[in-house]
Nanobody
């Protein structure tokens, strides 16, 4: 499956952004979808994951309550709604996918990756 992330940009602290990740090539609804991020000088970290149906989600503690992951299988797209953004949310955000039965948060368990989209939050 090929993944294309979009929606990044520059936003002030407290603002919102919605990232999108469009999938193509294979049956989108077979895949669990996740978002990761990587800030300059830091390792890539898990942000959120959603099951193939959208019924199960899991978030990193740093974003829980502020970010929402969702998907539209009819549009082959997964979203990350980011509210109450903080400067520490600044990073390149990546979408990723895997086939499985359980929620995963390790990047090494994801098989497919999109290119990143830059999110910059100014203070």
């Amino acid at each position: 499956v090929q993944l294309q992330a979009s929606g990044g940009g520059l936003v002030q602290a407290g603002g919102s952004l919605r990232l999108s990740c469009a999938a193509s090539g294979r049956t989108f609804s077979n895949y669990f979808m996740g978002w990761f991020r990587q800030a300059p000088g830091k390792e890539r970290e898990f942000v959120a994951v959603v099951s193939w149906s959208g019924g199960r989600t899991y978030y990193a503690g740093s974003v829980k309550g502020r970010f929402t992951i969702s998907r539209d299988n009819a549009k082959n797209t997964v979203y990350l709604q980011m509210n109450s953004l903080k400067p520490e949310d600044t990073a390149v955000y990546y979408c990723a996918a895997y086939e499985g039965l359980e929620l995963r948060y390790s990047q090494y368990q994801y098989n497919y990756w999109g290119q990143g989209t830059q999110v910059t939050v100014s203070s």
